[in-house]
């Protein structure tokens, strides 16, 4: 048999095996790049500078394989066949699945504008997720299928530099002073201090150690483009304040709506006074998230229940079902939750889904209706009674009235 319908059988034991696309093509540097960028949107595939350069094709030696990682994250495995003239391309896909997050960071660290988060998202979520080390064995499989031979397979990873860095300094290891390394040492300070107290949901405090934090931030800082550094800043600080939310015991499922609208308000600043009043907006609504949803002033079973809540908010939720659900007896629980937090579980539910519904009627666009339907309420105008309520206005006046509200 020859190597290449050796080649073609590969083909299809790894996409049978992995769900992961793969083309066979020549090896040369335009092949490669058409057929790799099949696979990519418009706004990828003319938008990013592509991975892999003609001196990395050139250097390829068969027998090897090859496992790249590009500026965005996405993984592709190559060999070389047919002496050095055919090569088998199985990409793209995700090591980890995409989070908001990971695609936030992603267009991040490549310089991209934020808008682009949404069609990003479901490019990623559209990409299968295989773990490397069985990406690694199905690989070799299908390599010693081509090549007829069981010796052991050389395996190396390319990791490209950035295409895109984020300016932050031109500080040396060697050219860092005594005066550098003291503004360092402050900045660190006021940021653990900024954190800790983020927390604790210390709006005040938090300002404070911000307004600190920034002042010797802008002493180490110096780049051509005070904007973008100010933007590049704030999703950092973005990061760093979901991180330390997370610390009292806030789900990070519900810290991604805050999170990855934050970092569209940071990216649209027009201004740096924009950009500047954004992070304070964004230290004091993570501030006052924290106080109205920490968990960790509650024991570990009421925090399994409200974190049962909140997980599974928009289905039929009951006493008898979550107590189920996290294995305890629905009496146990019941009297267990209110004397911590002072409600009974159903009033609970109440308010965390009017909490939820109140934060899509100031960060997305959709419809009251979808929006009551989506948290849990299957009858539009007892979600209008309690909404006003818990709120004392109507959803759509708060729509009307809400800016920057979690």
């Known amino acids: 048999m020859e190597e290449q319908e050796k080649a073609l059988i590969s083909k299809q034991f790894i996409e049978v095996m992995l769900k992961v696309p793969v083309i066979l093509c020549p090896a040369r540097m335009e092949a490669i790049e058409t057929g790799i960028k099949e696979y990519f949107p418009d706004f990828i595939r003319n938008g990013f500078p592509f991975f892999i350069t003609r001196s990395m094709v050139e250097s390829l030696q068969p027998g090897t394989l090859y496992h790249i990682t590009d500026f965005i994250n996405l993984h592709n ?116 201090l900024l954190l800790q107290e983020v927390a604790q949901g210390s709006q005040d405090l938090a300002l404070k150690y911000y307004r600190q934090f920034s002042q010797e931030s802008r002493s180490i800082v110096r780049t051509e483009d005070p904007l973008r550094t100010a933007k590049n800043l704030g999703f950092s600080l973005n990061t760093m304040l979901r991180k330390s939310a997370e610390t009292a015991g806030i789900h990070p499922v519900y810290l991604d709506i805050i999170s990855s609208n934050f970092a569209m308000l940071i990216e649209n600043a027009n201004t740096m006074r924009e950009a500047q009043e954004c992070k304070s907006q964004m230290i004091s609504a993570y501030c006052r998230f924290v106080r109205k949803n920490r968990l960790d002033q509650y024991s570990p079973l009421v925090r399994k229940a409200i974190t049962y809540i909140r997980i599974y908010l928009a289905d039929q939720l009951t006493l008898a079902g979550i107590a189920k659900g996290i294995r305890v007896s629905p009496s146990y629980l019941s009297r267990l939750f209110n004397r911590e937090t002072g409600d009974s579980i159903s009033n609970y539910i109440t308010k965390a889904r009017v909490e939820k519904a109140a934060g899509l009627l100031s960060f997305s666009g959709m419809s009251i209706q979808n929006i009551a339907f989506y948290v849990g309420f299957g009858d539009l105008n007892y979600f209008s009674r309690c909404f006003k309520k818990y709120k004392r206005m109507t959803p759509t006046e708060y729509r009307a009235s809400s800016s920057i509200g979690v």
């Open 77 to 192: 495995n190559l060999f070389l066949y047919d002496g050095k003239n055919q090569v088998l391309i199985a990409g793209p896909y995700l090591a980890h699945p995409a989070d908001t997050a990971f695609c936030e960071q992603s267009l991040q660290d490549n310089g991209k504008n934020l808008s682009l988060l949404v069609p990003f998202s479901q490019f990623c979520l559209s990409l299968p997720v295989v773990g490397s080390s069985q990406m690694l064995e199905v690989m070799r499989t299908a390599m010693r299928v081509i090549t007829g031979t069981d010796r052991e397979i050389p395996y190396l990873h390319y990791e490209p530099q950035r295409h895109y860095t984020q300016e932050i300094s031109n500080l040396s290891a060697e050219g860092v002073d005594a005066a550098s390394m003291e503004l360092l040492e402050h900045r660190y300070y006021y940021e653990k």
